[in-house]
């Protein structure tokens, strides 16, 4: 038996062009760490609701294992939260989610993202967002797909925009304690996707036998 029998979303892997988007293995989790450290944001800014990248460097390393360790362990049919480690040009560059609540019923998940800071304004995190969307659609029979960052997030808002999700509302959401920050919501649908590069996926088959598709 494969590590990839017993879990399948290890199987997956997706492809476009120059991009790949790979599962978080513990062998990648180092350099991923690594990656964190080296900056995703200015120190004063906070896109994430949970403020993960201001814990201190000597506690950064265990949080985001026993993060990653976490979505492992809490997986189920009903709430799950798929997670890659992208690559761009053979470089390690970020991460791209894909994560649902009952999507067998609603077939509708939420994207989310990171990108170290020395590979923004590329292009790459559109690149992400469009191979993830794609999957979702063409591959997990996705009827929708949601989005959201806070106001003072332009450039994710600006991806959501390039990628063709429509607005959908705004609403008071924490972020640090004591703080809380506009967020934008947004929705996107097969017919106002805006493609990026075609996607190679492998590993699809059992993936939807895993989360019960098939």
């Known amino acids: ?9 290890f199987g997956l892997r997706i492809e476009a062009g120059p991009l790949v988007l790979r599962p978080i ?70 991460i791209q989610a894909f994560f649902s609540t009952n999507y067998l019923v609603t077939h509708t998940g939420e994207t989310g993202s990171w990108l170290a800071k020395e590979f923004h304004g590329q292009g790459i995190g559109t690149a992400m967002r469009q191979a993830i969307c794609a999957l979702a659609f063409d591959h997990l029979d996705a009827e929708e797909v949601t989005s959201a960052a806070y106001a003072d997030n332009p450039s994710s808002n600006a991806v959501s925009r390039k990628v063709g999700y429509r607005p959908n509302g705004t609403f008071r959401k924490t972020r640090r304690e004591g703080e809380w920050h506009p967020s934008q919501e947004w929705t996107l649908t097969p017919q106002t996707f805006v493609r990026g590069t075609p996607i190679i996926a492998t590993g699809v088959a059992e993936f939807r036998s895993f989360i019960g598709l098939d």
Do not use: C
């Open 1 to 9: 038996m494969k590590l990839t029998d017993a879990w399948p979303p």
């Open 25 to 94: 293995t513990d062998e990648v989790l180092p350099e991923l760490i690594e990656l964190a450290l080296s900056g995703i944001h200015d120190p004063e800014a906070m896109p994430f609701a949970m403020p993960w990248t201001d814990a201190s460097p000597e506690v950064l390393p265990t949080n985001y294992v026993q993060y990653q360790w976490g979505v492992r362990a809490n997986w189920n049919k009903e709430h799950w939260n798929l997670e890659f480690a992208v690559e761009h040009e053979g470089r390690l560059v970020g």
